[in-house]
């Protein structure tokens, strides 16, 4: 796949790892309980939010960054990588993975050059999330009242102003999606992690949340403060 995509847009100096999502299968309800999720199920969605959806795609274009000694890395991973939310602990973990696979991954790659960083959005109004809330405004009110600014993030708070193409390809059983970027395009990634004054940002995992997680550790420290756990 980066030998096409060198040949057809020049060599990519950027990767955004954004693939993922959580499965019905692997969310617990009371007719479906947490250890009633079959390994199988387990390893459909780590494969999707962690193999597929970051670790291949870095495997594809990492080493030809290394070898040119120049690249940034973003792994989208998720604020439920750092603080665990019922229901979707499957989600939780397999994000979690992402988040210490960048950590590992900027360990092995910084040596050439290679900035690897993870974005952790909170609850942002996707294509994915919105059918959740749309229709149902007490759930949206529920997720609006947990956040700070009181209102879900919009993509282009992530992203910039443009969207860059996905392209999708197969490497054995898994699926890789990954986002092409036209030269000149990475203004539009990120600028925190991609532009030259931020060569130093490495191994980093940027929430983008609204202030959500930062209110659940306060509720936290106020709980273990009740419980004399403090």
């Not at 000149?184 to 609204?210: I, M, P, Q």
């Amino acid at each position: 796949a980066h030998r096409a995509i060198e040949t057809a847009l020049g060599a990519p100096t950027i990767l955004v790892n954004a693939a993922g999502g959580n499965d019905p299968r692997v969310t617990v309800t009371p007719e479906h309980p947490f250890e009633s999720i079959s390994a199988e199920d387990w390893r459909a969605n780590f494969d999707l939010n962690l193999v597929g959806g970051a670790l291949l795609p870095c495997q594809e274009f990492g080493p030809a960054m290394c070898r040119r000694g120049k690249g940034s890395i973003i792994n989208i991973a998720s604020v439920t990588g750092l603080k665990a939310m019922p229901q979707i602990g499957v989600y939780c973990m397999s994000k979690a993975a992402v988040i210490h696979m960048t950590r590992a991954m900027a360990q092995e790659w910084g040596r050439y050059g290679i900035n690897v960083n993870a974005i952790c959005p909170g609850y942002i109004a996707t294509p994915m999330f919105l059918p959740i809330v749309e229709g149902n405004p007490e759930a949206r009110a529920g997720f609006e009242r947990r956040i700070p600014l009181g209102r879900l993030g919009n993509p282009l708070e992530l992203l910039g102003a443009r969207q860059p193409q996905v392209d999708v390809v197969r490497n054995g059983g898994f699926e890789i999606v990954f986002w092409v970027l036209k030269p000149g395009e990475h203004r539009h990634v990120d600028a925190s992690f991609t532009k030259r004054e931020s060569l130093f940002v490495v191994c980093h995992a940027e929430v983008v949340d609204a202030g959500r997680l930062e209110s659940l550790s306060n509720l936290d420290h106020a709980v273990a403060i009740a419980v004399g756990l403090d």
